[in-house]
């Protein structure tokens, strides 16, 4: 067991959400685990693993203790991967979470949600506790039942005094 303190998630920086009623941000999700898939959907790796595995977690636990949320990074491929084809991406995948588009880097750079959580590529599935603290980063393919046991671990966990 890590016993180093957990550092705050960053806030998203989020240019437009779907599957969303309205922006969804860490303090709204406080309370609740919250898987993070941050993908592009021209990723054979989230189109093949990532995404369908979150779709899996996001059936797989109650909505109440553990919130599933896309996030679409684009680092390459800018032209082609434009909200519009997003939408019709998610429609026809059937990924029913909310979904964040990443803020645009600087000239064109990495993502700004990207960079703050210091990610290097998609898929990349991130943790964040109850309290709104980072616990697992994970670059690739995760297993379902290592994911899984992750996520309950931190559904067990009670809120500190």
Not at 87 to 103: C, G, I, K, W
Request: proline content about 8%; charged content about 20%; overall charge negative.
């Amino acid at each position: 067991m890590d016993h180093t303190p957990h550092l705050s998630a960053p806030e998203w920086e989020v240019e437009r959400w779907f599957n969303a009623r309205e922006p969804l941000n860490l303090e709204s999700l406080r309370g609740k685990v919250v898987v993070l898939e941050a993908f592009q959907m021209l990723c054979p790796g989230c189109v093949m693993h990532g995404l369908p595995q979150a779709v899996r977690v996001h059936h797989a636990f109650p909505t109440s203790e553990v919130a599933v949320i896309g996030l679409h990074t684009v680092f390459e491929h800018h032209a082609a991967m434009t909200p519009v084809s997003l939408q019709a991406f998610l429609h026809e995948y059937r990924v029913p979470s909310p979904v964040a588009v990443d803020a645009p880097g600087e000239k064109g750079g990495v993502p700004r949600t990207m960079h703050a959580y210091r990610m290097q590529g998609t898929p990349t599935l991130i943790l964040i506790d109850r309290q709104g603290k980072l616990r697992h980063h994970h670059l690739g393919q995760v297993a379902d039942l290592t994911l899984g046991a992750e996520i309950a671990e931190l559904m067990m966990e009670r809120p500190s005094s």
